[in-house]
């Protein structure tokens, strides 16, 4: 069974453009978690998405954006981009229960210049 | 205001020998815990994940314990293997994986 799969694996960009990274979740897997991974911090939640709509988001700002397609994947847009969102951007999905393990896709390197 | 404090920052090893990391957080409520284990350039693995109620958790060469009373949590890690270099990150859950308050990690590097 293929795991959470992220593109592209790395993605550079300028200031001021609009980046879109995309996530599969595991099959049958409807919840898609994304995170921000900055070098050096602790993983910050960035966006839920559950059956096609969006349930919560973290404290980040509105050009920060998503949606989940009815086949459950889903994109992340970032636009007008700053050098500060240079990050590692991973999906997630939760195995079930909150007690359940979250797996982890390999992640988008963003790099800003 | 909820945190995980992990320590040390990093951590040079000789292949074979044992380590232990350290995990503090001040996180209310409290769910869950959990360790990572992050290869450089990919997603986190999941280690164990422990509730209140459980203080020790195996994976194979991976023990995690928990102290919910002191709120600390440690990972040790026996017989090192060159492929245990990586990044392990513990996470505390007061409920809910968009709550999820994550370590800033340990980066271990073994050596042979």
């Known amino acids: 069974e293929a795991g959470v799969t992220q593109s592209p694996t790395h993605l550079i960009k300028t200031r001021g453009q609009q980046a879109t990274l995309r996530c599969s979740p595991i099959?049958?897997?409807?919840?898609v978690y994304w995170y921000q991974q900055a070098l050096g911090l602790g993983l910050q939640f960035l966006l839920w998405?559950?059956?096609?709509?969006?349930?919560n988001r973290g404290n980040f700002p509105p050009r920060f954006s998503g949606r989940q397609f009815p086949n459950y994947s889903s994109e992340l847009n970032v636009n007008a981009l700053e050098l500060e969102d240079s990050a590692l951007y991973l999906c997630a999905n939760p195995g079930g229960t909150a007690n359940e393990k979250l797996f982890f896709g390999s992640g988008t390197q963003l790099s800003v210049l | 205001k909820n945190q995980v404090e992990q320590s040390p920052q990093s951590l040079i090893i000789l292949e074979g020998k044992n380590c232990t990391l350290q995990?503090?957080?001040?996180?209310?409520?409290?769910?869950?815990l959990r360790w990572y284990k992050q290869d450089t350039g990919r997603g986190p693995v999941s280690l164990t994940i422990?509730?209140?109620?459980?203080n020790t958790k195996s994976n194979g060469r991976y023990t995690a314990t928990l102290d919910a009373d002191t709120k600390q949590s440690s990972l040790h890690i026996t017989a090192s293997q060159l492929s245990d270099s990586a990044s392990y990150i513990c996470v505390v859950s007061p409920g809910g994986y968009n709550k999820l308050i994550f370590g800033a990690g340990t980066r271990l590097a073994v050596h042979p």
């Open positions: 995990c503090n957080y001040t996180v209310s409520p409290f769910s869950n």
């Open positions: 099959s049958g897997h409807t919840s």
């Open positions: 998405y559950d059956e096609g709509e969006e349930r």
């Open positions: 422990m509730t209140f109620s459980e």
